[in-house]
């Protein structure tokens, strides 16, 4: 059973920057598609960023430019760098891990392990 933990949530102003990071219980890298998941209130989970065991990465239209997406060789972490944060960009921030082969789906159901989410609130 793989454990996912998010840190790095907080509040900032609008324009502020702020780093997530997705700590896993075992090496991820190239072996499962790793995302990130954001859900605000009254709003569907959405996917945001991914990679996939090839490194390829996904990034919302939302969030193009301004975010990033990285996966250390070395570490059992998966970080989302997020700049130019935005009032809209305040939801609840979730990491989730696919193991199949395949590239990454926007497909909630297709993830089997989630972390318990870090609270990002951006104000004007």
């Known amino acids: 059973q793989v454990q996912l933990v998010e840190s790095g949530g907080g509040s900032v102003p609008a324009d502020g920057s702020l780093r997530l990071a997705c700590r896993a219980s075992?090496?991820?890298?190239?072996?499962?598609?790793m995302a990130w998941f954001r859900q605000a209130p009254g709003k569907e989970r959405e996917r945001i960023a991914s990679?996939?065991?090839?490194?390829?990465?996904y990034f919302a239209d939302s969030v193009k430019g301004r975010f990033a997406v990285s996966q250390p060789i070395a570490e059992r972490t998966l970080y989302l760098q997020m700049n130019s944060l935005k009032p809209e960009d305040s939801a609840m921030y979730y990491c989730a891990a696919d193991p199949a082969p395949s590239s990454c789906t926007g497909d909630v159901a297709a993830y089997k392990f989630w972390g318990q989410g870090a609270q990002v609130t951006v104000s004007s």
């Open positions: 075992e090496l991820m890298y190239r072996r499962y598609c």
């Open positions: 990679i996939d065991r090839l490194g390829r990465t």
